[in-house]
């Protein structure tokens, strides 16, 4: 099974930028489907953007799209969401989430291995 690691978060003011980096410990990302999920305090956890690993295939929702963008880095094993144009509304907690398959799911319970998360605060 693979095992999210996250980093990247922290502090920026409205309009800017952070990547956020999400590494496999444990195997690749082989025949997986990464996606980034986030959380604010007193909200449910969101869909934020998943990329199918064999082929590069993504799905956004809505608010981020044309905003963030997922790639992902075969060699290194890495997953990377570039967000930029950050909105206050953007503050979350934010986690690397991982299923088996190729099918792209937006639904957190689709999803069965979890990083710790990474805070991203915006300011106003």
């Known amino acids: 099974q693979v095992q999210p690691v996250e980093s990247g978060g922290g502090l920026v003011q409205a309009g800017g930028s952070l990547r956020l980096s999400c590494a496999a410990s444990?195997?690749?990302?082989?025949?997986?489907?990464m996606g980034w999920f986030r959380q604010a305090p007193g909200k449910e956890r969101e869909f934020v953007a998943a990329i199918r690993w064999s082929g590069g295939s993504t799905l956004y929702r809505d608010s981020v799209k044309g905003r963030f963008t997922l790639s992902r880095d075969n060699a290194k094993n890495m997953v990377y969401l570039q967000m930029n144009s950050l909105k206050p509304e953007d503050t979350a907690v934010y986690y690397c989430a991982g299923r088996r398959g190729t099918y792209i799911y937006d639904g957190p319970d689709e999803y069965d291995y979890w990083g710790q998360g990474t805070q991203v605060t915006v300011s106003s």
């Open positions: 444990g195997r690749t990302f082989s025949n997986y489907i």
